[in-house]
């Protein structure tokens, strides 16, 4: 299959799960009249297709496109198809932002406070993974930074847990850290939008550079590639895309980890051309997921981080011992 061919296929692939995302539910409603619902607005069924289906769907394929795109690109930069999006530490220093305005209970006052403490959180991250790193770190150095503060901040997140006022507070902060896209609106969806937009570019851009890495650093440097601007457009687009991921959908793994390296064959290992494809890939992969836990275990509200990681995890493990017997 041709590159385009292949970026056509996933793109019609994202936008039938995106209408499967917006007539599923337990609502009982019809697609015909759902879809009617969904242009007028009017009665109960515009309220459960405005506001409730419509931001699922939309943030579900904003998320995983985010999430497959940040993948790609980690992998690109530290040419290891092991790494994944929260291995700078974005992922869980957002988790811990959102986790402090619920135990303080500035979510229950202000809607918007979880969100953003969640990205505050992925801007000291990034802050920190810079400082540790040093203006010419290289790969190495951003990995034992990135290890370091996903550490201080799980640390962290522990001990807010363990000190929570209150059993329910305890459990509202397990249940976020899960991952979900229920219970999202439009405002969610505007809130997360221009962060995701400003990664997606960034991260975009740096498609030559990450295919000049494949020969190595040393040809990459000869090649005119700034290592320093690479790395940072790589720390920075990521913080935008996970962060805001993560400040709206709550910890959602394994789905950076999984797509870029299913569709790397099929793009010729070229960084440049796996970004775009993991996009599409990940808001796929995404999709197909939220309306899995829908059908699963509908009165049961099965999170979407816990399906991705039932699923992730033994690919992971699958792929290591695929490394390991490539090694031997």
Do not use: C
């Not at 995302?21 to 019809?30: K, Y």
């Not at 497959?68 to 790494?83: C, D, I, K, V």
């Not at 930074?145 to 902060?173: F, K, M, Q």
């Not at 295919?211 to 790395?231: C, F, M, Q």
Request: no cysteine; charged share 10%; glycine share 12%.
């Amino acid at each position: 299959m041709s590159y385009r061919a292949l970026l056509a296929a996933l793109a019609a692939l994202v936008v039938v799960l995106t209408l499967a995302s917006l007539m599923i539910g337990p609502a009982g409603i019809g697609w015909s009249e759902a879809l009617r619902a969904l242009v007028s607005g009017e009665g109960a069924a515009g309220l459960v297709m405005r506001e409730i289906r419509l931001p699922r769907a939309l943030l579900g394929a904003m998320i995983g496109a985010a999430l497959g795109l940040s993948g790609a690109a980690m992998q690109g930069f530290l040419r290891n198809p092991l790494a994944e999006p929260g291995l700078i530490g974005t992922s869980a220093s957002a988790a811990l932002g959102a986790v402090i305005a619920i135990q303080t209970g500035a979510y229950a006052a202000f809607a918007l406070a979880l969100p953003l403490a969640a990205l505050a959180g992925a801007g000291v991250a990034v802050a920190l993974i810079l400082l540790l790193s040093g203006p010419g770190g290289r790969a190495l150095t951003l990995i034992l930074a990135g290890i370091a503060v996903s550490a201080l901040a799980g640390a962290l997140t522990a001990l807010v847990l363990n000190l929570a006022p209150s059993p329910y507070a305890a459990a509202e902060i397990v249940f976020w850290m899960m991952g979900s896209l229920a219970d999202r609106s439009l405002t969610h969806v505007a809130l997360a939008a221009p962060f995701l937009l400003i990664g997606a570019v960034i991260v975009l851009r740096l498609g030559r550079g990450l295919d000049a890495l494949t020969l190595g650093e040393d040809a990459a440097v000869s090649l005119g590639i700034s290592l320093g601007r690479l790395r940072l457009g790589v720390v920075i687009g990521s913080a935008f895309l996970v962060g805001a991921s993560t400040a709206v959908a709550g910890a959602v793994g394994f789905v950076g980890l999984v797509v870029p390296h299913l569709l790397r064959r099929a793009v010729g290992s070229r960084p440049s051309r796996l970004l775009p494809a993991s996009a599409l890939g990940g808001a796929a992969m995404l999709l197909a997921a939220d309306i899995a836990t829908r059908l699963i275990a509908p009165e049961r509200d099965l999170k979407l981080g816990v399906l991705t990681a039932l699923v992730g995890a033994p690919f992971f493990l699958h792929l290591i011992r695929r490394l390991g017997r490539e090694g031997e």
